[in-house]
């Protein structure tokens, strides 16, 4: 089975050997029909439909033979037969479809070819296979075939073996029944039992390899398989019947959520558009892998391979591949329908859609869709395919180019910045629009320039047309012919133009006029006219003009028409046309050429063509056309009514020299008659009669002329009264000139000179000064100069003041010529205060050039620093401002121009910059007050917060109660909020009467307690019916009761509490009452409130703290006779305060409680009263009483004294232990008087000491210890000594640290000494005493404790005592530290001052600290800090450089870093001594060692340096290198660097991309406007500088140290850098590393020291 390529047909091959063919169509409801049979011998065996093929259909048979089946003749023909009549067992066709393999039975290949127009059709065998092949597939670029052998064979086209994929070692082998090759020829499928196999093309390899098998159960044997057309699915039939389709896709991916990606192979992409559903296959036609895809405008697609450029219109389906290699700064533009723009480095490259070759590039600056315009116009007619575009080279020049013929048709320099272009739709005209707001035409035919407005607002084309739609100001100007720009419809209207449309026969242009959008309508039929035209319809044209009324527009139309029917022989229209418009003289004309034009031979006549050309001035066609058909007298004729007589004596002298001479005599017979003397001389002066002609030429008034005559023939002998005559007509006639030439003629030098002076005809008058009178040129040249000024002629006045010496009058020219840079270059040679005035103008210009860098350094040349400053701030430009006034102006002056500044900045409006120059001077409050002036309380914010924190909350309330006096009440809250006083916020709404925002806010902020407040004073503001129902309503009134009690409003709380829903309120209002009349003092009306409340007991409390009893009395008898024992109990406690025993045991028994008046003479130890009550109320008590009693009476632990004295009763009774214990019974628990228990802990201690010896030890260290805890060390330490406890007494001094007093008790015992001492030295180290231990000579422990503290000084000074390993190991130490905190240009000062190891383990450390002081930025740039990493380098190096053993690799590391930082330091020190050429050697020695220099450093201060050397190209190359650095940085997955251009130099590639930026971005900008400018200048070209290699003489990079070629290295100089040729080689005494001659006697003759040791130089002989 097989299906016709278009799909409109199916051929199925039955099993009675019948090919029919059934017509299917392409709808489902077309009628389907058998169209072809046909009837074979064999049963068909394959079949396929070749593509481009339709009416032909291929089937091969079981005998052999591939036949062909012609649909249109219905008949069979038999393409190839196999000789031995083979089985055909497979076919396929090649993708074009002009060949068809066949496989057979018998293993061979045979292929046949249709006739394709590049060769005869013809069969040949292709290849011979291993096995019958079982499936065969046509790759693009390959053939595959597989057969029974379970092997995979591809061949190429020609038959030859490519590869073998062999299957047969798999454990489950089968063989291969089918295989297909998707549509982009990088995969290939082959179907076997139960799998598929994938084969895809590893181009890199260039090999096939099998990517994956994939196995599906109980599919069976693959009968067939289908790729779907764009590659996506593939469809696979089995031999049971089934179909399976399977998405053959390698990966989705989903864009923005508008478009599916499907990658049906590297080189192939489905772009699906999920609205709509609409596809596009995006497929490379050089099978380069498709890198990344994207969608601009939902609509353009952009692809990138390896090296082309895929670009895609998904409307018009039109796709373009163009060769490319990708840098990631490219930029479309997608305005153009047709064409996509390009830009990448400068460079505009046009890709047209649906083409595969770049249309055209060009290289400009100026993106902007207003500043480029392309057309395609179609071929149509007669009318060529075109293509053009405009472009600006510059901001004032507009180049307009032939795209198809690669040429430029025209340049047009403008005088002022253009800001829109754009051709018209046939790409005749240019139409752009200036600064200035004028607008031009350009004709690019003629080349004319036409200006159209003075002053444009508006211009477009109309769409389709060459019509110019434009509003100039209220007046809305159309033109509807381009030809005829003086002739234009004005019209006026109010508004601005916003569009045009043209739709449905009508165009319209639409204005914008307040409120509405008003509609004007154009003449369509005048625009109709430019279309007819444009299409040579020149009868549509005629019929589009004649209804039309004769107007300026119409009648330009009618001119033009004319003129393009005459360019085309169409006489009768342009006839009509000159009719039209009134010029009857050539109607008349043409209707006489029209009569002439047939001719009997059908054509045109001569003599139509004759009168033809004389109508267009062709004369010398019309003359040509006459004496071809031999019409001599026509063509004499023709010239002598033209007044041609010139030609007509020359065609005349042809045929006849008397003809001629007749001719001639009645030439100048005329020319008398006439008068035209002038032309009668010029025939006598032809003739050689001079002196007729000199005497015609006076006649004729025309002394000059004769003049000219006599200098023209000066061999003749001229009267010399007719040479008078003549010079004194010329003198009167103002021709001074001419007189000095006759003068001089006569060799009358005085009076030539004065006529050339009168004259002012100084070139001449010059030239003869010099040949007679050299001593007056140098005046005559300032008398030049003169007059040229005073004729305006600046310009041409310069280069004469000069060269008379006058230079002031030469700079004054100058700056009236607008030439700066000369007037600065002569005023180069004058002193500072000539100069200085003239510098201030040159600078003036260039600040109103706004070439601010230009206008900086001649105000600082003219001493005018101050006007720098206030140019940059004027500019915007602060940071160049501040550079300025750091560099030039006092810290008084800055700040005055800041301020001044600042306070015009604050006059003008512009806040923003004031702020900036309050802030660069820190007065900060200035910027504050500048936003509180003007009530932008946000700024005053944020400037606070920055530079007053302190102040903020302040600020916040400031700024709220502001706010609140203007009646912003919202914001004032916000700031009341911050500022930390809601309250603040609380009560400006209260002042308002806002009580909703006052209660809202208490509740945010204030809790239950402010809520409650807030509700209280709302209601009390009000009634009070009303104030209670809206407490009822906000559900407070409870609160707000409990506000008003807490708050002391009784009346307003018993008024709250009459609300029925408040009832339940009322006795805590009462209770509440009756305690704020208690602590009144009011305790009457406190009882009575405390009665009501419910509260009696309260009211007796209040009593009894009162201590009026009897009040309290009265209220308990009235109100609670339960409380009155109580009553008479608290009386009796007072009474017993007072210590009125007897009242208060009278009050105890009256409340019945004798146990009371018990407890209180038991306390009071009134034993005799307390066994009384016992005895007479408490019988049961009377023993306990009796007992404590007892007790007290032997018992001294009543207080200390009381222990004192029975310790001393026992002393005094001899029991010395008992008073031992009871004095040292006497505790701290006991009294805090440490005297005190001192001398009572003493006395046990002489007591031991005196009288029990063997207790004198335990008693000692009791007391001692006792001591100690109490803090007294010394007294403890004084009695361990009274008892010859050393040790103890040592320790003791230890434990206070008083240490020299523990050495003083232990002198007698070294042991004890040792000890005290290490007990010493622990406690300096644990309490880090650095000092203490330095002093104790414990230096080791001290530094570490320094060095811990951060006493770096201290630290260095005793490691120096130490001795110079320490002074190393410190040194290193504090610089790791300082490395650490990131302050590397520290940490590089501490290792130059103090020394760095020379261990490889440091090595890292010094790497990580010199690069990161190289690595420092523009900005934060560290002199000291190179310095001090090359001294210190320098230690490490030296020994290694002087050595004369080898270097090891990681001293080869160090040594690199150290050249680095040398050539850095070496580079700056030159830079600004001047020395531009040697620093810009040294900065390009620097890229050898980037990777320790940061790159993007390395090649800006290398470019820099070169173009401050004025090597243009070098910087030019390293700059550039520059930028594509930054945009690396800026653009991480922008792909590797361009390294073309460091081929074959030491330069490296590979390195790390810096993290962080140089420069600043201004900087930056400053660069790339730089690099353009250098790209635009032709004598700057993008290569390194180079040298002959002194060893193979080839040419290698300027400063490489390696030859490229033969490999040679050189020394490197250790001044610049760069190469030492032998001749050159030289080295200073005492520096141990060589230079170039040239380049150390310029730097010694400079600095005087060696650049590597410092020591003191002199220049080498």
């Known amino acids: 089975m097989a299906f016709s390529p278009d799909s409109t047909k199916l051929a199925l091959a039955q099993s009675d050997n019948i090919v029919f063919v059934y017509r299917l169509g392409l709808e489902w409801g077309e009628k389907k029909s058998i169209c072809n049979k046909f009837q074979q011998a064999a049963s068909v065996t394959a079949m396929l439909w070749p593509k481009g093929r339709d009416q032909e259909l291929v089937f091969a048979t079981a005998d052999g033979k591939v036949k062909l089946g012609v649909l249109k003749t219905n008949k069979p023909l038999t393409l190839y037969e196999h000789p031995d009549a083979s089985y055909v067992t497979c076919m396929a066709a090649r993708r074009d479809g002009n060949a068809v393999l066949s496989g057979h039975a018998d293993s061979s290949l045979h292929v046949f070819y249709f006739d394709d127009g590049t060769g005869p059709a013809g069969t040949a065998k292709f290849a011979q296979h291993s096995c019958p092949p079982t499936a065969i597939a046509w790759g693009a670029d390959a053939l595959l075939v597989t057969g029974s052998d379970c092997k995979v064979t591809l061949y190429d086209n020609q038959g030859s073996m490519l590869q073998q994929i062999d299957f047969s070692n798999a454990a489950d082998a089968r063989d291969f029944t089918s295989a297909a090759f998707n549509p982009g020829g990088d995969v290939a499928v082959l179907g076997g039992f139960n799998c598929l196999t994938t084969c895809t093309f590893n181009a890199q390899a260039g090999l096939w390899e099998m990517a994956a098998t994939k196995k599906i159960e109980n599919l069976y044997s693959i009968t067939a398989m289908e790729w779907k057309a764009d590659g996506s699915k593939l469809a696979v039939g089995s031999l049971c019947g089934g179909v399976e389709l399977f998405d053959a896709c390698l990966r989705r991916h989903r864009y923005k959520g508008a478009f599916e990606f499907t990658y049906v192979s590297k080189s192939q992409v489905i772009v699906k558009r999920l609205s709509s559903g609409a596809r596009i296959v995006l497929k490379s036609r050089f099978e380069h892998e498709v890198d990344r895809i994207n969608v601009y405008q939902d609509r353009f697609l952009v692809a990138n391979t390896a090296h082309t450029l895929m670009l895609g219109d998904m409307e018009t389906c039109r796709l373009s591949e163009v060769s490319w290699e990708t840098t990631g700064t490219e930029k479309y533009h997608f305005d153009n329908p047709q064409v996509c723009l390009v830009y990448n480095a400068g460079e505009l490259s046009l890709v047209e859609y649906g083409q595969n070759d770049l249309l055209g590039s060009c290289r400009t600056e100026h993106m902007s869709p207003y500043l480029i315009s ?440 100058a700056l009236a010529a607008r030439q700066w840079q000369k007037a600065a270059a002569v005023l180069e040679s004058q002193d500072q205060r000539t100069a200085a005035p003239f510098y201030s103008r040159i600078a003036a210009h260039f600040e109103q050039a706004h070439s601010l860098e230009e206008a900086e350094r001649f105000y600082i040349k003219a001493g005018l620093a101050r006007q720098a400053v206030d140019m940059y701030a004027g500019a915007g430009k602060w940071a160049a401002a501040h550079k300025v006034a750091m560099g030039y102006l006092s810290e008084q002056e800055v700040n005055e121009v800041y301020s001044q500044k600042a306070r015009e900045l604050e006059a003008e409006g512009k806040l923003r910059e004031a702020e900036k120059m309050y802030c660069t001077i820190k007065q900060y409050d200035l910027a504050i007050g500048l936003y509180k002036q003007h009530s932008m309380w946000d700024q005053v914010i944020r400037l606070v917060s920055q530079h007053r924190k302190s102040q903020l909350a302040e600020t916040h309330v400031e700024i709220a109660q502001q706010l609140q006096g203007e009646g912003a009440f919202k914001e004032a809250e916000k700031h009341f909020v911050e500022g930390g006083d809601w309250k603040g916020g609380v009560q400006m709404y209260r002042a308002a009467g806002m009580w909703e925002g006052s209660l809202r806010l208490a509740k945010a902020h204030g809790g239950a307690l402010a809520t409650k407040q807030v509700a209280f004073a709302w ?348 002074v190393i190991k410190y040194s290193v130490r504090h610089a790791k530290q300082k490395a650490q905190q990131g302050e590397v240009a520290e940490a590089a000062a501490v290792l130059a001052e103090s020394g760095a190891s020379p261990e490889p383990a440091n090595f890292d450390l010094y790497k990580h600290i010199v690069g990161g002081v190289l690595a420092l930025s523009h900005a934060e740039q560290s002199r000291e800090g190179e310095l001090s990493c090359k001294d210190f380098l320098w230690q490490l190096v030296q020994p290694v450089l002087t050595s004369a053993q080898g270097i090891d690799s990681p001293a080869k590391e160090l040594v690199r870093w150290w050249k680095a930082v040398h050539y850095t330091v070496l580079r700056r020190r030159c830079a600004e001594a001047g020395m531009h050429n040697l620093a810009a050697k040294q900065a390009t020695s620097i890229l050898r060692y980037i990777g320790a220099v940061p790159a993007d450093k390395a090649f800006y201060e ?94 290698t990079y300027d400063a490489s140290l390696t030859c490229h070629s033969c490999h040679k290295v050189c020394e490197a100089c250790c001044v610049s850098g760069y190469p030492i040729r032998q001749e050159e080689r030289a080295q200073g005494l005492g520096c141990p590393l060589p230079a170039v001659q040239s380049d150390w006697n310029e730097y010694i003759t400079r600095f005087q020291t060696c650049p590597v040791t410092g020591i003191v130089q002199a220049p080498l002989l």
């Open 1019 to 1366: 209601a009390s503001s009000i009634e009070p019916k009303e104030g209670t129902q809206l407490l009822i309503k906000l559900g407070l009134l409870d609160s707000a009761i409990e506000y008003a009690l807490e708050s002391g409003a009784f009346a307003q709380a018993f008024q709250l509490c009459q609300a029925p829903a408040a009832q339940h309120k009322m006795p805590d209002c009462h209770l509440k009452y009756a305690m704020y009349l208690e602590d009144e003092g009011r305790f009457n009306e406190a009882e009575e409130e405390f009665v009501r409340a419910g509260k009696p007991k309260e009211a007796i409390d209040m009593y009894c703290h009162q201590q009026d009893w009897p009040a309290a009395l009265g209220v308990a008898d009235r109100c609670d006779p339960a409380s009155v024992p109580t009553i008479c109990a608290l009386q009796g406690e007072a009474a017993a305060q007072r210590q009125s025993w007897a009242e208060a045991e009278g009050f105890f028994l009256r409340a019945k409680q004798p146990d009371l008046a018990l407890a209180m003479y038991r306390k009071a130890r009134l034993w005799e009263a307390a066994l009384r009550i016992a005895e007479d109320y408490l019988p049961a008590k009377v023993a306990e009483v009796h007992s404590d009693i007892q007790n007290n009476m032997g018992s001294s632990k009543q207080s200390p004294e009381g222990q004192v004295a029975r310790a001393k009763a026992l002393e005094r009774g001899r029991d010395w232990s008992g008073a031992i214990d009871a004095y040292l019974a006497i505790t701290i628990q006991d009294t805090a008087d440490l005297d005190f228990l001192e001398g009572v802990w003493e006395s046990a201690v002489n007591i031991a000491m005196n009288n029990k010896k063997e207790r004198i030890g335990e008693v000692v260290n009791t007391v001692a210890q006792r001591l100690v805890q109490n803090n007294r060390h010394e007294a403890a330490a004084e009695l361990l000594q009274g008892i010859d406890d050393i040790q103890g007494a040592v320790k003791v001094y230890i434990l206070c640290n008083d240490f020299d007093k523990a050495r003083a008790v232990a002198r007698t015992d070294p042991a004890l000494k040792q000890y005290v001492e290490q007990q010493h030295t622990q406690h300096l180290l644990q309490n880090k005493n650095a000092d203490g231990l330095a002093n104790i000579g414990n230096a080791t422990e001290a530094i570490e404790i320094y060095a811990q503290q951060g006493d770096w000084g201290k630290v260095h000074q005793l490691a120096e005592q130490a001795g110079p390993q320490s």
């Open 1502 to 1595: 290398a470019g820099y340096a070169n173009q401050e050397a004025r090597r243009l190209n070098m910087a030019f190359v390293f700059l550039n290198r520059y930028l594509d650095l930054t945009e690396a940085m800026d653009d991480p997955d922008a792909g590797p660097l361009e390294n073309a251009d460091f081929v074959d130099t030491d330069i490296p590639f590979d390195f790390t991309i810096p993290d962080a930026h140089f420069i600043t971005e201004p900087m930056r900008e400053e660069v790339r406007d730089k690099v353009l400018a250098m790209s635009m200048d032709q004598s700057v070209s993008q290569e390194l500088s180079r040298r002959s290699c002194s060893e193979c003489g080839a040419s």
């Open 374 to 813: 392309v057309r395609i116009i179609a071929a149509r007619g007669i009318l060529a395919e075109e293509k053009k575009m405009a472009y600006l080279v510059d901001k004032q020049t507009v180049k307009v180019m032939d795209l198809l013929a690669g040429v430029v048709l025209a340049t047009v320099s403008h005088g002022v910045k253009i800001d829109w272009l754009e051709l018209n739709a046939r790409a005749t005209h240019l139409l752009f629009r200036d600064k200035k707001r004028h607008l031009h035409l350009f004709n690019i035919a003629k080349q004319e320039r036409t200006t159209l407005l003075p002053y444009c607002n508006y211009v477009q084309w109309v769409p389709g047309s060459d019509v110019v739609v434009a509003q100039s100001r209220s007046n809305l100007c159309v033109w509807y012919s381009i030809n005829a720009p003086d002739q234009q419809t004005v019209v006026a209207i109010k508004g601005d133009v916003e569009n045009i449309e043209r739709s449905r026969g009508k165009t319209e242009v639409l204005v914008d006029e307040a409120r509405n959008v008003v509609r004007y309508v154009l003449d369509e039929n005048l625009i109709d006219f430019g279309s007819a035209l444009e299409e040579q319809d020149y009868d549509r044209a005629v019929d589009t003009l004649e209804p039309l009324e004769m107007t300026a527009e119409t009648e330009a139309q009618w001119h033009q028409l004319a003129k393009a029917a005459l360019e085309d022989g169409k006489l009768a229209i342009a006839e009509r046309c000159y009719a039209a418009v009134g010029n009857i003289a050539k109607a008349h004309y043409l209707h006489q050429v029209n009569e002439l034009s047939p001719s009997a031979e059908g054509g045109t006549s001569f003599m139509a063509q004759a009168k033809l050309a004389q109508l267009s001035k062709q004369w010398g066609v019309a003359e040509a056309v006459l004496l071809a058909q031999g019409r001599l007298e026509e063509a004499i004729q023709m010239y002598t009514q033209a007044y041609k007589w010139d030609d007509a004596i020359k065609v005349a002298s042809r045929s006849s020299a008397s003809e001629a001479a007749a001719l001639k005599g009645r030439h100048y017979q005329w020319l008398l008659e006439t008068g035209q003397d002038e032309e009668a001389g010029r025939v006598k002066e032809r003739d050689g009669d001079f002196v007729g002609a000199i005497s015609l030429f006076l006649k004729g008034g025309l002394p000059g002329k004769a003049a000219q005559a006599v200098l023209a023939h000066p061999n003749n002998n001229y009267d010399s009264g007719l040479l008078d005559s003549i010079i004194a007509t010329c003198i009167q006639a103002s021709l001074f000139e001419k007189a000095g030439s006759l003068y001089e003629y006569q060799q009358r030098w005085t009076d030539a000179k004065a006529a050339y002076r009168k004259g002012h005809v100084y070139r001449k008058a010059l030239d003869l000064m010099r040949r007679q009178f050299p001593a007056e040129v140098v005046p005559l040249e300032q008398e030049w100069g003169d007059w040229l000024m005073s004729q305006h002629q600046v310009d041409a006045a310069i280069n004469h003041f000069i060269e008379a010496g006058c230079s002031m009058k030469a700079v004054e020219a």
